[in-house]
């Protein structure tokens, strides 16, 4: 069997760290149990300055069609007005593939990267999953009499029974492989229509998973024991918005942005994984990116096919080299973004 990857570095630090994922990948190739060809896309910033060309035509109906995966790097370059690129390739891939789970793992791996005072490995280790092809980043709304005092500026947060309820069934599922706790966090207090569909949905769900612990918190108060008691969570599953903020808020207690990982997920679809960081202009071109987010989401990817055996070898060897602070300055470590992902072939060797 051939599992057929897109490969897009798209911009800055994105197309970085994505050649030491690919070397990752390269190098476990051997090992895996099907073959895997890469196919590697020139899509971002350049590319629009040089063509106008966003995502090609025929690019999404041959990456649902025949491709199982996609690795990405990251978009955003100053130089495209409003980021109409990253708009057409990341978000509309999200929505058109229908990855409908963001799933973000908020593991802390080392001791010494946590600035909460008195956590340990053993108090941080949580999976989030974020709604991704809802809620208030759908793009509807509009504005009225822009520009001038009275203007009306409008974003509509959706909420579908059926978008819900699967993110929901997702985490309880995942859940069962795991400690077996779901928290489902919301704002249904004061949004009372659109989280009021998910409270009512998480209580009937929680019936058919009655071996899974439910509860739930507002997004208020999940960020704050977040910080205050991130041992309380297990499995935390919430919208679009709220899980884009948790999750930052989640890589900042594990070390940061450099490290954090996530798939944007169809079971049984072509699924596209990709490290939570941007392009970090600040930083593009310098050799100072952390790779490991890129690389921990290679080890989501191969998971995703079917690889568990490599994944767990990669995360094992993130942990190792984390671990032994062979990473780059961002962890306090001082290697470049090559020596980096270097450490990391040789953790795996
Ligand atoms: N998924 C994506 O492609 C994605 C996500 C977020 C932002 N963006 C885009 O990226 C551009 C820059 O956005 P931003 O600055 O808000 O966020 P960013 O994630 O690019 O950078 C935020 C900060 O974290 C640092 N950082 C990020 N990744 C790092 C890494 N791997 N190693 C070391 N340090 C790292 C950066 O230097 C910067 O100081 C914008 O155009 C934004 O729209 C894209």
């Not at 600035?115 to 340990?120: C, D, H, I």
């Not at 008691?229 to 903020?245: C, H, K, Q, Y």
């Not at 944007?264 to 990709?274: A, D, K, Q, V, Y």
Request: with cysteine; aromatic share 6%.
């Amino acid at each position: 069997m051939k599992n057929k990857v897109a490969v897009v570095p798209g911009d800055g630090i994105g197309v970085e760290v994505t050649a030491e994922a690919v070397k990752v990948l390269e190098a476990l190739a051997p090992s895996l149990r099907t073959s895997i060809e890469l196919v590697h896309y020139d899509w971002g910033a350049e590319r629009w300055l040089k063509d106008r060309t966003t995502l090609p035509e025929g690019a999404f109906e041959d990456l649902r069609d025949h491709h199982q995966a996609i690795l990405f790097g990251a978009l955003g370059d100053p130089r495209v007005p409003e980021q109409i690129h990253a708009r057409d390739i990341l978000l509309g891939l999200r929505f058109r593939l229908d990855l409908y789970i963001n799933l973000r793992p908020v593991k802390l791996l080392d001791d010494r990267l946590t600035p909460l005072r008195g956590k340990t490995t053993r108090d941080i280790d949580m999976l989030v999953l974020r709604e991704n092809t809802e809620g208030l980043y759908v793009g509807v709304g509009g504005n009225f009499k822009k520009g001038t005092p009275d203007e009306i500026a409008i974003n509509e947060d959706v909420n579908t029974r059926k978008g819900v309820e699967r993110i929901l069934r997702a985490a309880f599922e995942m859940a069962r492989g795991r400690r077996k706790k779901v928290c489902m966090s919301d704002k249904a207090n004061a949004l009372t229509y659109a989280h009021g569909l998910w409270q009512r949905a998480f209580k009937e769900i929680a019936v058919d998973y009655k071996d899974v612990e439910a509860s739930h918190l507002y997004v208020d108060v999940a960020a704050m024991e977040m910080v205050r008691a991130p041992e309380r969570f297990d499995v935390l599953v919430t919208s679009n918005m709220f899980g884009d903020i948790l999750t930052d808020l989640g890589a900042a207690i594990v070390g940061g942005l450099g490290l954090a990982a996530s798939g944007n997920i169809h079971p049984g679809r072509c699924s596209l994984f990709e490290p939570v960081h941007g392009s970090a202009p600040d930083i593009a071109g310098k050799g100072l990116a952390n790779p490991l987010g890129a690389i921990s989401s290679t080890a989501m990817m191969l998971r995703h096919l079917g690889e568990e055996s490599a994944a767990t070898r990669i995360e094992a060897a993130v942990e190792r080299v984390v671990k032994e602070s062979r990473v780059t300055r961002d962890l306090g470590g001082k290697l470049s973004t090559q020596e980096c992902g270097k450490s990391v072939l040789d953790a795996l060797a």
